[in-house]
C-alpha cells in the first residue's frame, strides 16, 4: 500500500515552465524504478520519462531536452521539470513507482498548456 501524490499541475502559456512534484509514502530510493506517465484526452496513457534505481534516465522523444526527472530523498519525492512547454504536452500526468514486485499509481495532476 505505497501511496503516491502528485502536486504542481496547472495552467501555463506556450514556452513556460511547470515543475511536478510526487510525494511518496516512503524513501524515494527504495523503489526498483519511478515514473512519469501523461494521458491526453482521448489517447493511450504513454511514458514520459522514468528514473532506475541505479539512476539512470530516460526520456520520450517529443519531451527529450525540455524535460528533466528527479529524486530528492530528503523529502521521499519524484520530480518532473518541464520546460518550453507546447500544447502538445496538455495532458494529466500520473507518477508510478515499482516496489517488491508492485507497482503504484497516483491520481494524477492536470498540466494544460494554451494560449
Known amino acids: 500500500q505505497v501511496q503516491l501524490v502528485e502536486s504542481g499541475g496547472g495552467l501555463v502559456q506556450p514556452g513556460g515552465s511547470l515543475r511536478l512534484s510526487c510525494a511518496t509514502s516512503?524513501?524515494?530510493?527504495?523503489?526498483?524504478?519511478m515514473d512519469w506517465f501523461r494521458q491526453a484526452p482521448g489517447k493511450q496513457r504513454e511514458l514520459v520519462a522514468s528514473v532506475t534505481s541505479g539512476g539512470t534516465t530516460n526520456y520520450a522523444e517529443s519531451v527529450k531536452g525540455r524535460f528533466t526527472i528527479s529524486r530528492d530523498n530528503a523529502k521521499n519525492t519524484l520530480n518532473l521539470q518541464m520546460d518550453s512547454l507546447n500544447p502538445e504536452d496538455t495532458a494529466v500526468y500520473y507518477c508510478?513507482?515499482?516496489?517488491?514486485?508492485?507497482?503504484?499509481w497516483g491520481r494524477g495532476t492536470q498540466v494544460t498548456v494554451s494560449s
Open positions: 516512503r524513501s524515494i530510493f527504495s523503489f526498483d524504478g
Open positions: 508510478g513507482a515499482a516496489s517488491r514486485g508492485q507497482y503504484a
